[in-house]
């Protein structure tokens, strides 16, 4: 398995510009899940799917964000207008069941500048 | 927020000894996860230990819970240059088991 593939790897645009974040989860998990990484804030959690449905969205910082699985394998975050603020490292990440059921598998990250 | 926080914020040691990093929590918890973060990379699982256990070894680390002090410690032994990476606790939270991660120690092992 290519494990959890995350589209595009960085992403550099300007203020009020729409961001769109990719994320294929690996194939069988039934869990995703949207992170943001900076220095100030650490990692924090943004929003938790369960079989492609929103269970929990109280960590998406405003209105300007939205995410989407509309099926299994894809899921989106969108950013619309981005600000300089929401530059930073985001990641998602995906968990399965049974024994897996508590780790969580990364993908590699897409690093976005808001100029 | 963060539940955990990690102790020390950084690290530097020699390759060949021995590194350890702490972390503490706030609520009751059924297991604490701990993972690995290269630069410039995603989170990596390294081992999970449960609320019913006190001592885990997984090769080279061995990971102790304290539920009664709500601590945990993550110990490399051995370390190599190759274990440079900051590491992360993270607790479940929510009905999901959604997890929350402490800001995690730099380490660095020089060769």
């Known amino acids: 398995d290519a494990g959890v593939i995350q589209s595009p790897r960085h992403e550099v645009t300007e203020m009020g510009q729409e961001v769109t974040l990719r994320c294929k989860p690996i194939?069988?998990?039934?869990?995703l899940f949207w992170y943001r990484q900076t220095m100030m804030r650490g990692l924090e959690l943004l929003i938790y799917f369960n079989n492609n449905v929103p269970i929990d969205d109280s960590g998406m910082p405003e209105d300007r964000f939205s995410a989407k699985m509309p099926n299994a394998s894809f899921s989106t975050l969108k950013i619309q207008p981005s600000e300089p603020r929401d530059s930073a490292v985001y990641f998602c990440?995906?968990?399965?069941?049974?024994?897996?059921?508590?780790?969580?598998?990364f993908g590699p990250g897409t690093r976005l500048t808001v100029l | 927020s963060q539940q955990g926080e990690e102790d020390p914020q950084a690290l530097s040691i020699q390759e060949g000894e021995n590194a350890t990093m702490n972390c503490s929590y706030k609520?009751?918890?059924?297991?604490l996860q701990w993972y690995r973060q290269n630069s410039g990379r995603g989170l990596v699982h390294l081992i999970l230990?449960?609320?019913?256990?006190r001592e885990k070894h997984s090769g080279r680390l061995r990971v102790t819970l304290d539920t009664s002090k709500k601590s945990s410690s993550l110990l490399i032994t051995a370390s190599r240059a190759a274990d440079t990476a900051s590491y992360f606790c993270?607790?479940?939270f929510g009905a999901g088991n959604m997890l929350t991660f402490g800001g995690g120690t730099r380490l660095m092992v020089k060769p």
């Open positions: 990440a995906s968990r399965g069941q049974g024994v897996s059921y508590n780790e969580q598998f």
């Open positions: 993270a607790t479940p």
């Open positions: 230990i449960r609320s019913n256990e």
């Open positions: 194939s069988g998990h039934n869990s």
């Open positions: 609520t009751s918890i059924n297991n």
